[in-house]
Nanobody, 127 residues
Framework: QVHMVESGGGLVQAGGSLRLSCAAS????????IGWFRQAPGKEREFVIG????????SYADSVKGRFTISRDNAKNTVYLQMNSLKPEDTALYYC????????????????????WGQGTQVTVSS
């Protein structure tokens, strides 16, 4: 069992930055790839960015390449999402999720591949 808690969301102007954190419980955190998803009102939940359990492989949605980065600290059971050059279309509820993977470098990209989810943190970008 892995319990996920997101933090760091808020209101920011377009062009600004935010850093989200995802803290996880459980001694097996290093066995899970971690992904960030987002869901805007009326839209489906979508994959944003993810990092392998080893930390040396990442995957990005095209919409965030060059603006968002992800990192993890397995000693602290925490994953960070740095969001720069934010746009109004980045406004959404952001979720972190954990996916058990046999491969140390695999980053799942689908909602159904993730086993545990946090409650989400709201990010609002004003124009």
């Amino acid at each position: 069992q892995v319990h996920m808690v997101e933090s760091g969301g808020g209101l920011v102007q377009a062009g600004g930055s935010l850093r989200l954190s995802c803290a996880a419980s459980g001694r097996t955190f290093s066995m899970y790839a971690i992904g960030w998803f987002r869901q805007a009102p009326g839209k489906e939940r979508e994959f944003v960015i993810g990092i392998s359990r080893s930390g040396d492989s990442t995957s990005y949605a095209d919409s965030v390449k060059g603006r968002f980065t992800i990192s993890r600290d397995n000693a602290k059971n925490t994953v960070y999402l740095q969001m720069n050059s934010l746009k109004p279309e980045d406004t959404a509820l952001y979720y972190c999720a954990a996916a058990f993977t046999n491969s140390a470098r695999r980053v799942p990209g689908k909602v159904a591949e993730y086993d545990y989810w946090g409650q989400g943190t709201q990010v609002t970008v004003s124009s």
